[in-house]
């Protein structure tokens, strides 16, 4: 079995910064890429950043300059630093990793549990 566990998520006020972070887990052959999806009630997932095996990054464009994605390879690791936050950047973050199992052909995505964060004074 894979597991994605984020954490970090919370309460911030404008203008501050998180940090979040997932660790992938379980029989993982290979992992392509990583990223941050987040969404908010009645909307649709959004991607917020990507990263690949290769470490080249993509990012939405209301983050650029804002947020920073990383990753920890050795670890299965990937991190999300979030500076000068705004309201809307409020959301269920979630962690999305393109892997391959050892006990599988292709890779597949899969999806942490989501951690919330809240941008308000």
């Known amino acids: 079995q894979v597991q994605l566990v984020e954490s970090g998520g919370g309460l911030v006020q404008p203008g501050g910064s998180l940090r979040l972070s997932c660790t992938a887990s379980g029989n993982i052959f290979r992992i392509s890429a990583m990223g941050w999806y987040r969404q908010t009630p009645g909307k649709e997932r959004e991607l917020v950043a990507t990263i690949n095996s290769d470490g080249r990054t993509n990012y939405v464009d209301s983050v650029k300059g804002r947020f920073t994605i990383s990753t920890e390879n050795a670890k299965n690791m990937v991190y999300l630093q979030m500076n000068s936050l705004k309201p809307e950047d409020t959301a269920v973050y979630y962690c999305?990793?393109?892997?391959?199992?050892?006990?599988?052909?292709?890779?597949?995505?899969?999806w942490g549990q989501g951690t919330q964060v809240t941008v308000s004074s």
């Open positions: 999305l990793a393109d892997l391959q199992r050892d006990t599988d052909w292709l890779s597949r995505n899969y």
